[in-house]
């Protein structure tokens, strides 16, 4: 599936988002979403959209915008940083769900 939408920043992806519900601001550790205090398992959300960013001299540089959904209605998003998963569990959680996004849309 192709992106309906291409942000020229991650501060535009992010503004247009949020007018399109995904308010929750997410942080991953472990295989959980964190809001706040209020954790969340990760397995019960998807992918709804996501858009990369390169710095225009240095790969490392990447950052990914992830538009996410769970299915109980709540959405919200997660901004990440190239390596910026710290622990093996985040980097398998983020790992799963590219599998589920990519599986479910075809790329």
């Known amino acids: 599936m192709k992106q309906k939408f291409h942000?020229?920043?991650i501060t535009q992806a992010i503004e247009e988002l949020k007018k399109q519900g995904f308010t929750l601001d997410l942080n991953?550790?472990?295989n959980q979403f964190?809001?706040?205090e209020q954790a969340y398992p990760a397995?019960?959300?998807e992918?709804?959209?996501l858009y990369r960013y390169e710095g225009p001299?240095?790969?490392a540089d990447e950052s990914i915008v992830y538009a996410l959904a769970s299915k109980s209605g709540l959405k919200?998003?997660?901004v990440s940083g190239y390596g910026n998963s710290t622990d093996e569990d985040s980097a398998n959680t983020l790992q799963q769900l590219h599998y589920k996004y990519l599986h479910h849309y075809g790329e």
Do not use: H, N, Q, R
């Open 7 to 9: 942000y020229a920043t």
């Open 76 to 78: 919200g998003l997660l």
């Open 57 to 59: 001299s240095d790969p």
């Open 47 to 49: 992918i709804v959209d």
């Open 43 to 45: 397995d019960e959300f």
């Open 28 to 30: 991953l550790k472990e």
């Open 34 to 36: 964190l809001v706040g």
